[in-house]
């Protein structure tokens, strides 16, 4: 297996096949199917919300990589008048920069640094490329879901429903038909702003957006994802932000950190670790309490740089992952020759004969942590809750 998994690697960074998780199974009898919000996806891999996701020319690219899925950058809603309360995350901000940055135990990651917010254009061009997305969606060639960030008062303040009415309304009717899956978006720089500087505020957002999404869309139904930040209090506040928002279908967790003194957000293995830590924590509390409400769904965010990392977060819990900086990086970082830079992503997040996700999964076999089930290794058996595997 190892010496065709270092064949494979070695071949494949020419070119990857589109449909390479088919390969995966027919070749190593390793089932990749994972989860994203409801949908069944060929393998683990989607691409988080941002700027890798702001036209049709970039989905495309996305697809015919064979990406499992792609997040719409986050369009800041709006009310029948165009007037938005969270304009101020609406900014235009082109220049990106990638660059390491040292974790506080020392390891050395990447992170992009940038000062933007959300959806800079009109509102009308989002919605062509919801269009887009919806279609695609449906003719099974790219699942591509649009991202949200609705108004989000303060504790003595009132919910602005026409604006979680207009705006959902407009998405559902350019999604096109079907259910809409949706992202809300509560970003670092939410997380960095005042008005995330209160505890219960931040409770109360979570456990209502979700009610005032559902029925916004009119008759469309809604499969909702919280993405939820890295809010500026403790661990457990994390763990509590994620049972307040339990009338969602599906969390993100967690998006990137806020580094206060530089005022931007940070990713590298800082994320990833208290990443992981919470997830886990969160993880044996379900464990603790088995037969309770049904949670929802898991999807990971943060440093995920390696097949490893991928298989990390599922041990955690989380059904799938959604990426950025690894798909930004500069292309002499990729071992693969040839390829867009999701395709050379792809490409060593799921061969690398060391740090793959196959051969993270054949060694989780070999450890005896993971069994094959009708012959077959399964992804979806090493995120699930009553798993040995974490
Ligand atoms: C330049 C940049 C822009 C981003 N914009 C958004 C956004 O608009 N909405 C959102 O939900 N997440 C946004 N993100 C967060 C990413 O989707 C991702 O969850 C986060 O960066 C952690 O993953 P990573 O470590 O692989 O980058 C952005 C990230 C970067 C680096």
Known sequence: MHARLAHDFERFGRGLPRAAAAYVREAYG????????????????????????????????????????????????????????????????????????????GRVGWTVTWKGRGWDRPFEDY??????????????????????????????????????????LRLAEAWGGGVLPLEQDFSPTLAGDSLAGERARILRWLREVPVQLRGAGGPTPLRLALKLMNARFDDAFQREMMAAAAGADALVCFNRLWDGSSK?????????????????????????????????????????????????????????????????????????????????????LLFHPVDGLVAGMLELEAAGVLHRRGGELRFLDVCATESPCA
């Open 30 to 105: 390793v089932d990749l199917t994972a989860r994203y919000l409801g949908y069944s996806i060929p393998h683990p891999i989607g691409k988080g919300s941002g700027q890798l996701s702001l036209n049709a020319e970039q989905l495309e690219t996305d697809r015919q990589a064979g990406l499992a899925f792609a997040v719409l950058k986050t369009v800041i809603a709006e009310d029948a008048a165009g007037e938005r309360s969270m304009g101020a995350w609406a900014v235009r901000e082109a220049r990106m920069r990638v660059e390491r940055r040292r974790a506080r135990d």
């Open 127 to 168: 919605l062509a490329l919801v269009r887009t997305a919806g279609d695609l969606t449906r003719d099974g060639a790219l699942l591509a879901v649009p991202s949200a960030t609705y108004h989000l008062p303060r504790l003595d303040e009132p919910f602005r429903e026409s604006e979680y009415r207009h705006t959902t």
């Open 264 to 348: 931007v957000a940070y990713g590298g293995w800082d994320l990833s670790e208290r990443n992981l830590r919470v997830l886990r924590e969160a993880r044996r509390d379900r464990l603790a309490r088995p037969g309770g409400a049904a949670s929802p769904t898991l999807v990971g965010t943060g440093n995920i740089c390696s097949g490893r990392l991928v298989l990390d977060y599922a041990r955690a819990g989380c059904e799938s992952v959604e990426l950025h900086t690894f798909f930004q990086l500069p292309l002499a970082e990729y071992p693969a020759s040839a390829g867009s830079r999701t395709q050379r992503a792809l490409h060593v």
